[in-house]
């Protein structure tokens, strides 16, 4: 199940596979967040899961000994695709220069990739775009580091990475240009942290989440670059329900 889920995430297809049956689902109508735990038998746990991403952080724990976040990402990453759902980055296969350090353990950086309006929400507020860095320890467990953006300055690194985009589906781009991640990352790290799911078809349990509290900015216009690509559809999952988890600030 696990490599299963890894080789969907890292692989960026748009639709989950099984076996021979392509199970297609979306954001809207019949395939909407809504549907997805009907459209399979391994989608069972987008309905039936008690600890789904997103939620709505608020009333959380301060932590009494602050534990600063080890992030450490050196590399480039190697292509980028639109996939039907999300525009997503692809580190290069086995990458092990990027990674972070969460509770002793290195959880190396598969790809990235983005959700407007944001799928989160920190006490109540959304934000026009959310960017999950999804990284993968060698047991395969999960760790998703979350950027929230607001509208203001244009993003330097956006730019680079959208220039080699191609806007037809599942047509995978080398990237040309040096980007550095570091500048997709804001200068405070303090953070949110909770255990949650996959906020896509399979849902799966078990993941790490780290919301990291500042936000970047975006352009508007880069905003729209990507708003155009998507038809103008959300693509962001509603928030679900905490059921009395704990959740950290850092
Ligand atoms: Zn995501």
Not at 32 to 37: I, V
Not at 101 to 112: R, Y
Not at 153 to 173: A, G, M, T, Y
Request: include cysteine; aromatic fraction near 10%.
């Amino acid at each position: 199940m696990k490599s299963f889920l890894l080789g969907s995430l890292v692989f960026g297809l748009s639709t989950f596979t099984v076996a021979s049956e392509t199970i297609h689902w979306g954001y809207d109508h019949e395939i909407s967040p809504e549907h997805w735990g009907e459209l399979n038998e391994n989608f069972k746990e987008c309905s039936s899961g008690k600890n789904q991403t997103p939620i709505d952080i608020r009333n959380t724990y301060k932590s009494v000994i602050k534990h600063k976040l080890n992030i450490q990402y050196k590399v480039s990453p190697n292509d980028i695709i639109f996939n039907g759902h999300t525009v997503q980055v692809n580190t290069k296969k086995d990458d092990q220069s990027d990674y972070l350090i969460l509770d002793g353990q290195k959880f190396f950086l598969k790809q990235f990739h983005f959700h407007t309006p944001s799928e989160n929400q920190i006490e109540g507020k959304s934000y026009p775009l959310e960017l999950h860095f999804v990284n993968a320890n060698a047991q395969g467990d999960l760790t998703v580091l979350a950027v929230m953006f607001v509208l203001g300055e244009k993003n330097p690194e956006w730019d680079k990475l959208w220039i080699d985009l191609s806007s037809k589906e599942n047509d995978d781009r080398h990237l040309s240009h040096e980007v550095n991640l570091n500048k997709l990352l804001p200068k405070n790290l303090d953070y949110y942290r909770f255990s949650g799911s996959l906020t896509t078809p399979p849902c799966s349990e078990g993941v790490n989440w780290v919301v990291l509290k500042n936000p970047l900015t975006i352009s508007e216009q880069q905003l729209k670059t990507f708003k155009v690509l998507l038809k103008n559809q959300d693509n962001h999952r509603p928030i679900q329900p905490t059921h009395g988890r704990i959740i950290i600030e850092d």
